[in-house]
């Protein structure tokens, strides 16, 4: 075989006499991308670094010092080592940490921290009152990098990520399926979901083994958000559904975090393939279901259906749209217009993937307090013998015949509370406005919040003393107390579902979720946290709050290692 020649071609009007010419065009045309990267990259360090460095002084902010080519970053490090911090403690626990270790740097209310290229430079809002000038009085607009990540899910059609006109739009929709008369309506479909959840636990019961907690009480959640938005049993907790699968697989190539896999990640060519086809088995999971709906309502066969989100929110449009039923006629039903399904498509994906997670967490979470805390254990089994009754082959009946006695428990209310206070699964960021200052109440003191990611830390200021009395101690009292009282909870503290009209839709729903739950386990169930002895801890317990790859809400260690066992001789 004679050596291999190629012929002479021209490559966009460059003579290529052989395969070297071609292969040093290549690299040169490589090496130019990447000189263009560096220099991109070394051109908004310096940019970066020199505003924030321009903000502290024009406004007096004080800051740790800064490093040109590091930021802030060494400062996180030396906590961290200093402290002797697991690594993989949840993101937003870094400025408590920070504020332990440098205690008059939170004074300010605000805290300014620059670790770009990791992530923009946060101002950490931590006084509460801070917190409600850019939430309640003046809604900032969500941060530019929470819309970029959830683009390849949602598009940015969801509550979550969208802003103005069209945010507005889809709130008044969905406000009707939200609102707390009817969620109580669809109570008794969450039992049928309970029970199946309820029954393994007790076949773990016999077992004596360690499950992951995190694993059923997820599938329990997403079945039941099936049931309030679909009227569908998804089956999550018995069979491999179809939309959770790909949700899941979604969620992995769309959450980010500041690990080597989210770079290798977004630079995979692929990712948009498959980001766009698990879109695809999403939508066509979820499309029968919506159009079902709407054949439905438009024929009246939905009367004496339970009113859904989503079939409350197909009425809401039809309304707006002018569609009523004398449009329908029986071979017939009005195609409605396709940005309206494609909307209510993305927000029934975001429902389901924010409202699974969080939920589960916070559950997971309530438990871990509840074995820590024996007492409290005690307490919220007395109020549910005084309004259920001893005989616990009753509750479910009770419920569904009278959903309005989940509101008749304070105290199991005040147990999730105190939970959520001090294990927020998520905080708030807002981007920063041209000439939109945030004002510190008692100084009166102005601080920029123009290029910067305004992130209202509310796992930060739930634990801080100044506003919360014994702030580390797990106190469900706290929010029974009265105004005047020590405990008492004041104004514009608690917001781990934000607060003013960006507050989460969905907060009513997760809560009386929550209390289904408990009323039909604590008094049967004792849930223990089964870590090993090597595990490490943070804050003394060892299932502390962690953000893992690709996930949501903060949640527990290792997904909450468990073992369920059976107490009492109650009847049923």
């Known amino acids: 075989m004679g050596v291999l020649e190629i012929s002479p071609f021209v490559l966009h009007g460059i003579k290529v006499d052989n395969a070297r010419d071609v292969l040093a065009l290549l690299l040169k045309a490589f090496g130019g991308i990447v000189l263009v990267g560096v220099l991109k990259f070394f051109y908004h360090l310096h940019t970066t670094r020199m505003r924030v460095r321009r903000d502290a002084k024009e406004y007096g902010i004080p800051m740790l010092p800064h490093y040109y080519l590091f930021g802030h970053l060494p400062h996180l490090v030396k906590v961290f080592i200093k402290g002797g911090y697991p690594p993989d403690v949840n993101g937003q626990c870094v400025g408590y940490l920070l504020a332990k270790q440098y205690p008059d740097m939170a004074k300010e209310g ?20 801070m917190m409600s000038q850019c939430t309640q009085v003046h809604s900032l607009p969500k941060e530019d990098f929470v819309r970029r990540e959830f683009h390849h899910m949602t598009e940015g059609q969801d509550l979550l990520t969208s802003d103005g006109p069209y945010w507005k739009q889809w709130r008044a929709i969905f406000n009707p399926g939200f609102a707390t008369k009817n969620l109580l309506s669809l109570v008794p479909t969450f ?36 049931r309030a938005v679909l009227d569908e049993r998804l089956h999550c907790q018995t069979t491999a559904n179809r939309f959770k699968w790909a949700m899941n697989k979604q969620t992995e190539w769309v959450i980010q975090d500041n690990s080597l896999s989210t770079i290798l990640k977004l630079l995979n060519p692929f990712r948009p393939l498959m980001t766009t086809y698990y879109n695809k088995v999403m939508t066509d999971s979820l499309l029968p279901s919506i159009n079902r709906a709407i054949k439905e309502h438009l024929t009246g066969e939905s009367a004496n259906k339970p009113k859904t989100i989503n079939s409350l929110a197909i009425k809401s449009y039809l309304s707006q749209a002018g569609i009523d039923r004398s449009d329908v006629s029986p071979d017939k039903v009005p195609r409605l217009d396709s940005s309206f399904t494609r909307g209510l498509i993305n927000h029934i994906k975001m429902f389901m993937l924010a409202g699974h997670d969080t939920t589960a967490s916070t559950l997971a979470f309530a438990f871990i307090e509840l074995e820590r805390n024996p007492h409290v254990l ?80 509310s796992w930060w200021s739930h634990r801080d003393p100044r506003w919360w009395p014994r702030a580390e101690e797990f106190l469900p009292e706290r929010f029974l107390a009265k ?7 004041g104004k514009n503290l608690f917001r781990p579902f934000e607060l003013g009209p960006r507050g989460c839709i969905g907060q009513e729903l997760s809560l009386l979720e929550m209390k289904a739950i408990l009323i039909m386990m604590v008094r049967e169930m004792d849930i223990s946290m089964a870590y090993g002895e090597n595990d490490p801890e943070f804050l003394g317990c060892k299932g502390y709050q962690v953000m893992e790859p690709g996930q949501v809400a903060g949640r527990p260690r290792k997904g909450m290692p468990f073992r369920v066992r059976l107490v009492g001789d109650r009847k049923g």
């Open 110 to 129: 605000i805290v300014y921290f620059d670790t770009w290229p990791i992530i923009k430079p946060i101002a950490w809002v931590v006084h509460p009152d």
């Open 191 to 226: 039992f049928d979901e309970i029970r199946v959840f309820t029954d393994q636990l007790r076949k773990q019961a016999e077992t004596g083994e360690v499950g992951i907690f995190l694993d059923p009480v997820m599938n329990l959640t997403y079945d039941i958000i099936g």
């Open 378 to 457: 005690a307490k919220l089994r007395q109020e549910h013998d005084a309004v259920f009754g001893t005989d616990l082959s009753t509750v479910e009946s009770q419920v569904s015949e009278s959903p309005h006695l989940l509101n008749a428990l304070p105290y199991t209310l005040a147990v999730l509370k105190e939970t959520l206070r001090l294990y927020a699964p998520v905080g708030s960021f807002r981007g920063g406005e041209k000439g939109f200052f945030l004002v510190h109440p008692e100084t009166r003191k102005k601080y920029p919040t123009e290029g910067w990611a305004v992130f209202n830390v």
């Open 483 to 489: 105004e005047g009282k020590e405990l008492y909870v």
